[in-house]
C-alpha cells in the first residue's frame, strides 16, 4: 500500500511538472561531458518506446530535412566534473549510459554562466516509462555538484546526502568543484600568455612548459629547431606529442 501511494505522489509531481512548464521532446544524439548533451528535436519518434532509440534510425534518409534541428544543452543548477578532473569521464559515462538515444523532455530555464549553450531540467524515461529527474539523479548519485547559483533547496539537501554517503565523488579525496578547476585553468593560461618572451629562447623541448610555450618559441622566436620536420608542430615527442597547439599539458588539480 505504502509502495502504490508513493507511486501515486510521483506520477502526480509528473504531472504538476509538465502541465506547469512549457516542454520540448527530443533524442540524445551525443554526450559532451557529465552535464553537457546534443539533443535532436522535433523528430517523429512515436513507433519506439520512450527509453531506447535505435542508431540506425538515423540513418534513414526520410529524416535528413531535420537533422540539423540540434540542440547543445546544459543541465541547469547542476555542475559536472570536467573532463579533465578526476571522476570527469565517469560522470560522462554515467551520463551516456542513462541517455544516450533515448528520447528525454527538456524544460528550459534561465541560468548564468552558459553562453551558447540551452540550460534545461532534463526528464528521461526509465523502461517502465516513469519520467525521472536527471538533474537531480546526477546529484544523488554523486556524479555533480549543485551550481553555486543554484536556487532549489531539494538539490541542495540531495547533495548533502549524497556526501555524507560518500557517493561518487564524494568518495575521493577533496574533490574540486569545477568552478575552481575552470578558474585556475583561465589563470594558468593568463600567466602563460603574459610571461612568454624570447628571453630564454635557448630552452630545448625537454624543458618546455607545455606545447603552448614550444609553438610561442617557434612562432615568435624563430627555432625552427624545434620542428625538424617542418610540419608547424614543434617538440612532437614531448610537449606537443599529441598535437595539441592550445591546451596547456598541466594537472591543473594538483597545481599551485
Avoid at 551550481?147 to 541542495?156: A, M, N, P, V
Avoid at 615568435?220 to 606537443?240: K, M, S, V, Y
Amino acid at each position: 500500500m505504502q509502495s502504490f501511494s508513493l507511486m501515486a505522489v510521483f506520477l502526480f509531481i509528473q504531472i504538476s511538472v509538465f502541465a506547469a512548464n512549457p516542454w520540448m521532446e527530443g533524442v540524445v544524439r551525443q554526450v559532451i561531458d557529465g552535464d553537457t548533451i546534443i539533443v535532436q528535436l522535433d523528430i517523429d519518434t512515436s513507433m519506439y518506446p520512450s527509453y531506447v532509440i535505435p542508431p540506425s534510425y538515423f540513418e534513414d534518409p526520410d529524416i535528413t530535412e531535420v537533422l540539423d534541428k540540434t540542440k547543445a544543452i546544459h543541465l541547469s543548477q547542476i555542475d559536472a566534473p570536467e573532463m579533465g578532473q578526476t571522476y570527469g569521464v565517469i560522470a560522462k559515462k554515467n551520463l551516456l549510459q542513462k541517455v544516450l538515444h533515448k528520447k528525454i523532455r527538456i524544460i528550459e530555464q534561465d541560468a548564468p554562466g552558459t553562453a551558447g549553450l540551452i540550460s534545461a531540467e532534463i526528464w528521461y524515461a526509465d523502461e517502465n516509462e516513469k519520467f525521472i529527474n536527471l538533474n537531480k539523479i546526477l546529484i544523488d548519485e554523486g556524479m555533480a555538484w549543485v551550481d553555486r547559483f543554484s536556487y532549489t533547496q531539494e538539490f541542495k539537501i540531495a547533495e548533502q546526502d549524497a556526501q555524507k554517503n560518500k557517493k561518487g565523488l564524494w568518495g575521493t579525496v577533496n574533490p574540486t568543484p569545477p568552478w575552481m578547476y575552470r578558474e585556475k585553468r583561465e589563470r594558468i593560461k593568463y600567466k602563460i600568455l603574459t610571461n612568454l618572451n624570447c628571453v630564454a629562447s635557448a630552452k630545448t623541448c625537454l624543458q618546455m612548459a607545455n606545447c603552448r610555450e614550444a609553438i610561442f618559441r617557434l612562432q615568435q622566436c624563430g627555432r625552427t629547431d624545434l620542428d625538424p620536420d617542418r610540419d608547424g608542430t614543434p617538440c612532437e615527442r614531448t610537449a606537443c606529442v599529441n598535437k595539441i597547439s592550445v591546451q596547456a599539458n598541466f594537472d591543473l588539480e594538483n597545481d599551485d
